[in-house]
Structure formats: structure tokens, C-alpha cells
Nanobody, 128 residues
Framework: QVQLVESGGGSVQAGGSLTLSCLASGYTKSPAWMGWFRQGPGEGEERERV??????????YYSDSAEGRVTISRDHAQSTLSLEMHNLTPEDTAMYFCAATSPNWRVIPYCARDYEAWGQGTQVTVSA
């Protein structure tokens, strides 16, 4: 059974840094893509793409708000996807989710619906 487990969330002050990790297990073949999404605390907020990563080529894509402040990376041996975040602002406060596509996914997965597996999320809170 595929499982994604996030860790590393917490509370920081504006300007601070956090590194989130996602441990993937249960895969007989690696997912084609993995990514990080976030969902703010407001009612009805949708999951917003932060960054995603092609597991085979190590190609990374970032949202405009993440570019320059965030680095997504993998530890292939440990089946772990990391999200290193710097210069955090209160607008980064959200629940952060790790997600994975199927191993056979062939197009760039820009949308949340492209991902078939999700973790439970880890909370990031940034205070002013």
C-alpha cells in the first residue's frame, strides 16, 4: 500500500527557514513525479502548487511564489522528497502536502488532480 508521510513542519518567525520531508513507501516502481502543495486556513481554499519534481530526471518546477526561496530535492536511496524553504513570510502559513503521481504519468503534473497519492499534511505557521 502506497503511503506518503510528511514531517518537518512547525512555527517560525518571518524570515526564517524550514525543511519539510516526505517519506514514500509501498512503491514497487517509483512514482513519475512527486510534488508539494499547500492549502491555506481559509474556508474553501484550494490546494496550491508549490513545487514538483520528476523522479527519473530530477527536473524541478517551482511556482512563481516559491521561485528563489524554495528548493525541492530527493534522496533516491531513502525514497524521500524534501522541500527546503527560506525567507518565509506569514503568507506561507498553510498545511503542506506531499503528493505523487502514478509511475506511468507522462505529462507535467501541474494540477492537484494529476496526483494519485497524498500525505496527511504538515502544518507550517509563520508569524510576523
Amino acid at each position: 500500500q502506497v503511503q506518503l508521510v510528511e514531517s518537518g513542519g512547525g512555527s517560525v518567525q518571518a524570515g526564517g527557514s524550514l525543511t519539510l520531508s516526505c517519506l514514500a513507501s509501498g512503491y514497487t516502481k517509483s512514482p513519475a513525479w512527486m510534488g508539494w502543495f499547500r492549502q491555506g486556513p481559509g474556508e474553501g481554499e484550494e490546494r496550491e502548487r508549490v513545487a514538483f519534481f520528476n523522479w527519473g530526471t530530477a527536473t524541478a518546477y517551482y511556482s512563481d511564489s516559491a521561485e528563489g526561496r524554495v528548493t525541492i530535492s530527493r534522496d533516491h536511496a531513502q525514497s524521500t522528497l524534501s522541500l527546503e524553504m527560506h525567507n518565509l513570510t506569514p503568507e506561507d502559513t498553510a498545511m503542506y502536502f506531499c503528493a505523487a503521481t502514478s509511475p506511468n504519468w507522462r505529462v507535467i503534473p501541474y494540477c492537484a488532480r494529476d496526483y494519485e497519492a497524498w500525505g496527511q499534511g504538515t502544518q507550517v505557521t509563520v508569524s510576523a
